[in-house]
């Protein structure tokens, strides 16, 4: 009751001087705003990244070369009997059948076909294996149909995957894509025929670059892709030409770690006996870790200066509790009069001085909150008008929890702190001298 009591004063000098209790709680409001607005800035950001890095990047498996001598005056030049192998991925491929794909790629031509209003139709034709299109799904997104499989790769078959672009250029409207024959002239090839297993849904961003050229959407030309190996067998370039393969991994159940670490022990014993070089694999999601441990620091570096002001803020409250005491000396000597002892007047001080702080610290998370939804909505706002960013970039204000009862607690630690001098100052007055003050 007694703690009750004190609250209720409290809140009932908080009203008498409402302005003046207002201005006195900025300080706070502000710094509290800050903290609050930069950790859901700060959290949003972090997690954007990620989700992109995921999207990007998330499955992917890349190769470079280590040099085995260390410290060698001269390094041997990598060469082509030091990389990795035609025969070493397909080996890969069919050890880790449908875990892990070899990312392979090979843009034949431009190639041209007539629509059946007579109108020529312009395609890009790229050979690709199942891991080039599956790691490349958000630019490839599948709507209908299957990807071109490891099965048409190795089969060399006349299989297509086709953008629903192309499909709105060359077919009648409704009419279905799938399963439909193709004649493509390929330049330098001749005519090729082809069957649709696939569509899929061409970016907005690819269709954005395009359009620059001054082209309607019905005159662009848009990738289309078959099977590798019918790609290579076409141009009569059946050796590839990667020297540094990628490799994606198909099977969500196997860790990119667990995946990185199986493929880098089947080429170490490949390698066991290279005297120069031996490929190293690595991935991406490292940095990824890194750049949010990064953006921790940058986070929590700038809400301690903005912190800062909290203690501007706390100046103000003591310089206003001083004055409250100095307006309430009457008041004090009364209550001293009375019978109330030092330590009594002294927690209804701090409790005075902590209840301020705490109100300004409940208004500066309300403030926050608001800023960090304001952030996201005018983001989002401002994505929507970037069509090549609208699928891989999301805002959204992620509130730190934590953060929040840091800086209710740090608040109110604040009003005990810079109320203590005040208050303490208050249980010291001279009952009669405070009497006689007017």
Excluded at 316 to 343: D, F, P
């Amino acid at each position: 009751m007694y703690f009750l009591e004190n609250v209720r004063l409290a809140f009932t000098a908080l009203k008498a001087n409402k302005l003046r209790s207002i201005l006195t709680m900025l300080g706070i409001i502000i710094g509290i705003c800050a903290v609050i607005t930069i950790t859901s800035i700060g959290n949003s950001l972090k997690e954007t990244l990620s989700n992109a890095f995921n999207t990007l990047e998330g499955r992917n498996i890349y190769t470079t070369y280590d040099y085995i001598e260390e410290g060698a005056l001269s390094v041997k030049r990598l060469s082509d009997s030091d990389t990795i192998t035609s025969e070493m991925l397909d080996d890969i491929e069919r050890l880790f059948s449908g875990k892990i794909l070899v990312e392979r790629t090979n843009g034949i031509g431009t190639g041209t076909l007539h629509n059946s209003k007579g109108k020529d139709v312009t395609v890009n034709v790229s050979g690709a294996s199942e891991g080039f299109i599956k790691s490349n799904s958000y630019f490839y997104k599948l709507i209908k149909g299957r990807y071109p499989s490891t099965e048409d790769n190795e089969g060399k078959k006349h299989t297509i995957l086709v953008s629903d672009l192309f499909a709105e250029q060359y077919f009648n409207k409704g009419e279905e894509p799938l399963g439909k024959d193709l004649d493509i002239f390929i330049d330098g090839i001749g005519k090729i025929h082809f069957t649709i297993v696939g569509v899929f849904r061409i970016s907005e961003s690819y269709i954005s670059y395009m359009g620059e050229s001054g082209k309607s959407r019905m005159e662009l030309a848009t990738p289309v892709f078959i099977p590798y190996y019918t790609s290579t067998y076409l141009k009569a370039a059946e050796k590839d030409s990667m020297r540094f393969p990628t490799f994606y991994v198909a099977d969500k159940r196997l860790s990119l770690e667990d995946a990185q670490d199986q493929l880098q022990e089947y080429l170490d014993t490949k390698y066991k006996n290279a005297k120069y070089w031996k490929p190293y694999l690595y991935n991406y999601m490292e940095d990824s870790d890194e750049i949010s441990k990064y953006m921790n620091i940058l986070t929590i570096v700038l809400a301690i200066i903005a912190a800062i002001s909290l203690l501007v803020g706390g100046i103000g409250v003591m310089n206003i509790m001083m004055v409250s005491i100095t307006e309430r000396t009457r008041e004090i000597g009364i209550r001293k009069a009375l019978g109330a002892k030092n330590g009594a007047i002294r927690i209804q001080f701090l409790i005075e001085s902590a209840i301020l702080c705490l109100v300004g610290g409940i208004l500066g998370i309300l403030l926050g909150m608001f800023n960090g939804f304001l952030v996201e909505t005018v983001g989002n706002m401002i994505i929507d008008h970037l069509p090549e960013y609208q699928d891989l970039v999301t805002l959204n204000i992620q509130l730190s929890i934590p953060a929040i009862i840091l800086a209710l607690i740090f608040s109110t630690i604040i009003g005990v702190f810079f109320g203590s001098y005040p208050a303490s100052k208050a249980a010291k007055l001279d009952p009669i001298e405070a009497l006689r003050y007017e």
